[in-house]
């Protein structure tokens, strides 16, 4: 079966999202975000979900939203960072897309993140405790990805212009 998705994982802000809006816009495809489909799903906001029902409801809830997303075609998928926790999750995915992981260094994720109330996993933490996330899923990412792409200095043009020419230029 042949891949028609992008599916884009990594760690919160590195612009999976920014950047799969505009690759879609590029290639006319659809987009998805499985963070802002949850959202939609419960009426609740990722940090909402997460004070009212906490983190393993809304790992459910993501990898319910993950069955429906991989059934699509022709479409980006801009993941959470916490996707790539469960197997089942990326086996769904790389069924059907090409997976692109969006590397950043932990300071620039620190920088992006650290008084950003919307993430319920970084707020008001230390570099250290984001650094300590970041080592526990690295391996994770680069278990699960196609291509990597660092996104460090690099507007979201760019980087959509790099998963483009990728896209462009194989086939699964």
Request: no cysteine.
């Amino acid at each position: 079966m042949k891949k028609t998705n992008i599916i884009l994982i990594g760690f919160m802000a590195t612009g999976k999202t920014s950047v799969g809006k505009k690759t879609a816009g590029i290639l006319n495809m659809d987009f998805v975000d499985t963070d802002l489909l949850i959202e939609e799903s419960l009426g609740l906001t990722v940090p909402e979900i997460f004070a009212k029902f906490g983190e393993n409801y809304f790992r459910e809830k993501e990898s319910q939203i993950v069955q429906e997303v991989a059934n699509k075609n022709n479409t980006v998928v801009a993941t959470g960072g916490g996707i790539v926790l469960n197997p089942g999750n990326m086996k769904a995915l790389g069924s059907t897309g090409i997976i692109f992981w969006l590397k950043a260094p932990v300071e620039l994720i620190y920088e992006r993140v650290k008084n950003d109330g919307y993430r319920p996993l970084a707020y008001n933490k230390s570099i250290k405790d984001i650094e300590d996330m970041y080592k526990k899923r690295y391996n994770l990412y680069e278990k699960y990805n196609d291509f990597s792409i660092d996104v460090s200095g690099k507007s979201v043009e760019n980087i959509a212009g790099e998963i483009v020419a990728y896209y462009k230029n194989i086939s699964f």
